[in-house]
C-alpha cells in the first residue's frame, strides 16, 4: 500500500469516474450529429452546436440520490430567420414536429416541454446514459448586436447573439429570451486558452503513449483539459455532492454562474503554470471575499470586491454575462429571502472547509473527499491507487519549483 496521496494523481484518477470517456464522448458526437442532421434535412434549422459544458470542456458526471446520473448536452438549433418575422411559439413547434416525424428520434423525444427546449433522453449503455436538450433560435438582429457592443461587449463577441424561444408555463405563451452560446464559448476558450498551452504537449503525449491515438496531432482539443477546466469540474462536482438530497438542493448554485466565476478570476489572476490545487485554492479564497454581501450593510462591505464579477444593490443580486452584460445570471438570487445567494454562500464556505486537506488523519482525509467528491467515487480511486483509507497519512500536493507571479 502506498503512504501518500498526489492531489494531482488523485484528480486524474477521480476524472477517469466522473469526467466523460474518449468512448463516450464519440457517442455524444455520434448523439449530436444524428440530430443535427434531423434538424437540417427537416429545414428547421441552419446552424447546429453545442453550449454548456460540452462547449467548454467542463463536463462532469452529475449526482443525484447519491448516485451518478447521465449526461446532459445542451444543443443550440439556430434557424437562419429574421427575429421580427418570427413567432417564437412557431419556431418551437416546427423543431419538435422535425423530431417527431424521424422515426429514430421520435422515440426519445419526452413529451413534457421544457421552458426553452425539447428533450431527448438516450437509452444507457455501458451503465451510462445521455440526454440532449435542444433549443430553437434565431440571430438578434443588428439593433440588438450594436446595443450589447456599446455596453462594452467586443464584437468578435456580439455578433454572435441569439434569441431563444422561451416558453411562460402558466400563461401558456412564448417570447424570446437573449442568449450568446456562442460567444460566452469564445469568451470562454480566450481565458482558457494559456491554461491549456501549458499542459497541452503533455497531455498528447500520454494519450498517444497510452495508444488512444497513434499521433500527437491526432488528439483532438475537445478531449484536454486545462487546470481551469479541471478546477470547474472539480467546484461542480462538489456542488452536486454536498447539495444532493439537502433542503436547499433546489437553490444550489448554477453551473453558468461557477464556470463564469471561476473563469473571471483565472483570467485576473494569469496562474497559467499553476497546479490544480493551487488554482483551486485561488478561486475559493476569492468567491468567500464575497460572502460579505449577504451582510444588511452589504453596500458599506462591497466597497473593495470587483463588481465585474459580482455585486448587490437594495434589491438585487449582479453576476452579469461577459458577451451581454445586460443578462444577469443572479437574477433569481433576490428571491425566497436570498435563498440562492444563501445556497451559494454556504457552498463556498462548505469548500473552505472540505479542501482544507493538508495534515489531516488519514480517516478525516478519506471522509473529506468522500464529502467533496462522492464516497464511492473516491473509493474507486483509492483502490485504483493502491491506497488504504486508514492509513494514508496525510495528502501531499506536488508542485513545480516555477515562478509564481501571481502570488505577489
Known sequence: MKTELDFNKFVDELMRKIDITLSQ????VTHYNAVAKCLSDGGVADEIYVQGSFAYGTVVRPMKNGKD???????VSQALLIKDNTLPGELKSDVRQCLEESPY???LLSKDEGRRSWKLEYAQKDGVGFHMDVLPCVSEPLTEINKIIRRGVPPHYADTAIAITDKDKEAGTYDWA???ARGLASWFNDINAPYLDHVADAQRRVFVMDGLYATIDEVPVPVLRSSLQRVIQLLKRHRDCRFDGSKTEEYKPISMIITVLAAKIAQQKAMYTAS???????????LSRFSNLLNDNHEGSAIHLDKALMSRDQSHWYIPNPVNPGENF?????EDNNARAKAFFQWVSWLRTDMA???KKSGDLFESLGACFGVDAV????RALDLNPKSTPAIFIRSEDMPKPYRA
Open 105 to 107: 428520434h421520435a422515440p
Open 379 to 382: 473509493s474507486r480511486v483509492y
Open 330 to 334: 443572479a437574477e433569481r438570487w433576490s
Open 69 to 75: 446520473a447521465d449526461f446532459d448536452i445542451d444543443l
Open 178 to 180: 437573449s442568449g450568446n
Open 357 to 359: 486537506f493538508n495534515g
Open 25 to 28: 464522448y464519440d457517442t455524444a
Open 276 to 286: 490544480i490545487f493551487e488554482l483551486l485554492s485561488v478561486v475559493v479564497q476569492e
